[in-house]
């Protein structure tokens, strides 16, 4: 592996983890209130925090830029954050944010309510109830969550590609590497570097799996 991957690898890298951690305190506590919620509102917000995974990732990149660009509200307050970057963190985060979202609405869930309302009778807050039992409960399907994320912003391309652009040593990730390779002809590192996000992918899935599961025989 030549110069061009090792960059992409490391880029990709550093994108998940800056993705992971901008969205894992708001997923999370989105994902508690959808599943402690009566709200009417609950599946207005669910389905919300589900569009990006079925919107096509060039309308995500589209909205993005409507936001961020020069006459957009967040560009025209200074966030600029378009070609850099900080531009491909925030376009993975908002495709890894469902995916967090719904990982922790599904571990809180599993936590039984009844436990919560036991401390609440001892006169613990509810911060506290939610600190000392309802996440050291959840704290593994938690942690499956931000795999997930992490894996889904590790391979993002159509909403970084708009919002980051395709600059090698700056924004080019893993995916758009390979995208790249293919436009010019580079079939043979092309394969490569899929064979390698494949094998990674195979790893975030396996490692999500075995931390649901043993969440799940905890809960029982």
Request: contains cysteine; glycine residues 10%.
């Amino acid at each position: 592996m030549d110069a061009a991957v090792w960059s992409a690898f490391a880029i990709s890298a550093q994108v998940a983890v800056g993705a992971t951690l901008a969205c894992a305190v708001p997923a999370t506590l989105v994902g508690y209130w959808l599943a402690r919620t009566r709200s009417a509102w609950r599946g207005v917000v669910d389905t919300c925090c589900a569009l990006p995974l079925v919107l096509p990732p060039t309308a995500v990149g589209f909205l993005l830029l409507a936001l961020l660009g020069v006459d957009g509200p967040l560009g025209r307050a200074g966030f600029d954050v378009l070609l850099t970057r900080g531009g491909a963190v925030v376009a993975s985060a908002v495709m890894a944010f469902p995916l967090v979202v719904r990982g922790a609405k599904n571990a809180f869930e599993s936590v039984e309510p009844r436990l919560e309302r036991m401390g609440e009778s001892l006169g613990m807050s509810r911060a506290l109830v939610a600190r000392s039992i309802t996440l050291p409960l959840a704290r593994r399907g938690l942690l499956a969550a931000l795999v997930l994320g992490f894996g889904r912003a590790l391979g993002e391309f159509g909403a970084t590609l708009l919002v980051a652009g395709n600059l090698p040593g700056e924004t080019q990730t893993m995916a758009l590497l390979i995208w790249e390779d293919i436009q010019l002809g580079r079939d043979d590192r092309a394969l490569t570097l899929v064979g390698l996000t494949a094998v990674l992918a195979f790893a975030v899935l396996f490692f999500a799996d075995r931390l649901t599961r043993r969440h799940a025989e905890e809960a029982r």
